[in-house]
């Protein structure tokens, strides 16, 4: 279906009139510029998926195989362009180059480290033995990539890069999906897909697509060819296990895609490390303990919000609240915009995921360790018309121990649109 072009939404509408009229206009030339872009763009989609026939509908099995693997403990073979044999290599300890502190071409480091750097430097090599010394067999490894932060060496206060890494291959129909630990340059990651491709079609005649989808559950920096590695530009001396990184991953995802394709399940591999919130070094002071305002208990509103109000207002509302690090309250929420239904239950509408709703926690004092929790909804101009109320939730900790919930409910509000409430709103201002 065609996508048609319709008129943008007047945009001195949001400016006062006679304000800025020479940028609203440019801003209105602009928008309708990137408009006309996209029409044209999405057209262009649509002929060539729908009318074109390019398009591919993906059936068949979904099958899923996941392992952790050791880098530096990983070995593989390489048939080397020089010597024309087939060699055994290996992984390497992770270690960061001296390039990596050159940065990139469009985003340079500090002091005077270049791109391309293959030989050392006492003075760099001073500080980098106080942190962690490199091994001699680090040394030989990763050469020609000058070490400048042996970050496998070092373990305090966690270790710096994983040694440990997630590799996944999902497979739907024939669309191969490779879930990668890292960033892989352009032609690295050609090469896994060519790999995964190969074991593919070995199995099937069909046509298969993969997927190369970076940054999967562990992140250990770039992923070079072995070529682009000797150069030691920033993304090969970002290239933690060494020249041959990625001449172990292509033996590991066609293992993975072997596996799948045959459905067979592989060793979880070695347990990888723990990095729940537990073991974390937390810089924040905890809560201590949180107290009512003077007079009031958890929960109570000392602000009540607007009796009636219009699409488009802002409905404000201050409770007495808790620390909010008390609980995160993941998959729930610390307040819930609620509507009066036709069989007088109140229905969520909107929580502190949504847009227009906003609270800001603060605290009252330090010593008392009394807090407020100031709650805002933005009223959508497509709002359904009604009663309404502000609901909010929160844990606070008590000063003996414990940690226990609360919840505060607003007085009713209206929402309408009528002329009688615009009247009523401005007689309350003129009271």
Known sequence: MLIEKKPLIKINRIFRVGVFPYRVKLLSQFLTQELEKV???SNICKERLWESNEAMEVIGPVRVVHQYINMPEQYAEFYNETTKKVEEVRGCVPA???SFAAGTTDGPGSFAFEQGTTTSNPLWNTVRNFLAAPTEDD???QSPKPILLATGRIKLPYQWQPKIVSTQVAIIGNVVIAGVPGEFTTMSGRRLRESIRKVMSDASDDETSVIVAGLCNTYSDYITTPEEYQLQRYEGASTIYGPHTLTIYLKQYQELTKAAIQNKSVSPGPPAPELLQSNLIILVPPVLYDTPRWGHNFGDV???PQKVALPGDTILAIFV??????????ESTFLTVEQLGDDEVWIPVATDADWETKF?????SIILGSSQMTITWKIPQDVKL???RIRHNGYYRYVLGGVYPYYGVTNHFQVSFSVSSRKYICLLLYI
């Open 321 to 330: 609240a808790g620390h909010p690090r008390n609980n995160l309250m993941t």
């Open 360 to 364: 800001q926690w603060k605290r009252t």
């Open 386 to 388: 009604g009663e309404y």
């Open 96 to 98: 960061m180059g001296y």
């Open 39 to 41: 029409v044209t763009c």
């Open 302 to 304: 000392i602000q009540q």
């Open 139 to 141: 040394i030989r490894c």
